[in-house]
């Protein structure tokens, strides 16, 4: 697999709702890239470093397959 761009969602601690991450994130997906657009899923908060979708993605940085990682808002991330 080359190079992809990640797109990581995760919901917070105070709600599990990732529609309107997933509306923005799907609208800046749409607009056309240069590399593939990969999404990576967490239905766990950030308390918890047991995210499924996380594992993925760190995976495949460590791999060196991702090039660039987008999020809604930086503390999806934590």
């Given amino acids: 697999m080359g190079k992809h761009i990640a797109v990581y969602v ?6 599990r709702d ?4 997933e509306a923005d994130l799907l609208r800046w997906s749409d607009a ?3 590399l593939k657009v990969r999404w ?4 766990f908060s950030g308390t918890t470093m047991d995210r499924p979708g996380w594992s993925k993605l760190m995976q ?3 791999k060196g397959t991702v090039a660039a ?3 809604w808002q ?5």
């Fill in 10 to 15: 995760s919901v917070s601690s105070g709600s």
């Fill in 18 to 21: 990732t529609a309107s991450q």
């Fill in 32 to 34: 056309g890239h240069p």
């Fill in 40 to 43: 990576y899923r967490d239905t």
């Fill in 60 to 62: 495949a940085v460590r």
């Fill in 69 to 71: 990682v987008v999020v």
């Fill in 74 to 78: 930086l503390d999806c991330l934590g």
